[in-house]
């Protein structure tokens, strides 16, 4: 396991206050806000932790409220909204400085059999094909060396490879509204389902929105010439998948307007099991 994933994975392991309330810290960061992942990951965490083993994730609902201050520790309280025989339900509202932050619906299920097909998976290289997000940045000498900074150590924990360039590496080209990344944690995970679901669903916020600005070939907050935030973030597990293992992220967007973009996406094993669906909704201005 590299040192960053290791990190990442003490960022992600809460220090319980009391029953139903846990906090977390954030990592320094070159933007003065806590990436809205982490606080998902985390918040996912935390309703994990009160609920039983057997149960895996299979679907959350969340909104980014405010913006997070990196310098100071997030609490999260939990409540249990459902204990059913084969669902469970709670609600987590992460709190800074006496505010929520963030709010996110998380349900689990005990595995049942039941009826099964999905959407094929959509062509894409072998990952190992593609350079890595380092080594594309360390292309791009129009972007501000915080800038690069920023994103290579957001990144260090997680090999994340576009199969095309990023909007950043080649803006003021409108393209199709369609990217498609690879990526995979930098070492191997327990076998703890949950682990593997936080993961992705702390690598899901990196990207999702990307599809908005090709469209316009803008670059994204990376040139200067978009302004952007999360806004809402929907996902749903639908096959058990290793984080540690290659996911596709296929992503597209079939909107903007009013100042927000819609991002879509299907996360698929590299074997073409269709793991995960994910829905983000974020603010996408243009500075006057």
């Not at 990190?7 to 806590?34: K, M, T, Y």
């Not at 005990?110 to 290289?125: R, V």
């Not at 290659?246 to 819609?262: F, H, I, K, N, V």
Request: aromatic residues 8%; glycine residues 8%; charged residues 25%.
């Amino acid at each position: 396991m590299s040192q960053a994933l290791q990190d990442l994975l003490d960022l992600l392991d809460l220090e319980p206050i009391e029953e139903n309330i846990f906090r977390g810290q954030s990592r320094p960061a070159v933007v003065p806000r806590v990436f809205g992942g982490q606080v998902a990951a985390q918040a996912l965490v935390a309703a994990g932790r009160t609920v039983p083993a057997d149960r895996a994730p299979h679907s959350l609902h969340a909104y980014f409220l405010r913006m997070g201050d990196p310098g100071a520790p997030i609490v999260y309280n939990v409540e249990r909204m459902r204990d059913g025989r084969s669902f469970t339900t709670r609600r987590v509202v992460a709190v800074q400085h006496g505010r929520p932050i963030f709010a996110l619906s998380a349900s689990f299920q005990t595995y049942e059999e039941g009826l099964d097909h999905q959407a094929p998976m959509p062509p894409a290289p072998d990952p190992a094909t593609l350079p890595t997000s380092g080594d594309r940045l360390r292309r791009y000498a129009h972007l501000d060396p915080r800038v690069v900074e920023h994103f290579l150590s957001a990144r260090e924990a997680v090999d994340l490879r576009y199969v095309d360039e990023p909007p950043y590496g080649k803006f003021g080209e409108p393209r199709e509204p369609h990217s498609q990344v690879w990526f995979r944690t930098n070492g191997k995970l327990g076998d703890d389902p949950l682990l593997h679901v936080v993961l992705a669903t702390y690598v899901s916020d990196m990207t999702l929105l990307d599809s908005v600005l090709l469209a316009h070939g803008r670059g994204g907050w990376a040139i200067g010439d978009v302004v952007g935030a999360s806004l809402d973030h929907a996902m749903w597990f639908h096959r058990p998948f290793r984080a540690d293992e290659w996911l596709l992220y296929d992503q597209e967007s079939p909107s903007a307007s009013g100042g927000r973009g819609l991002g879509q996406a299907r996360i698929y094993t590299q074997d073409g099991r269709l793991a995960v669906s994910v829905i983000q909704e974020g603010v996408v201005r243009v500075p006057r």
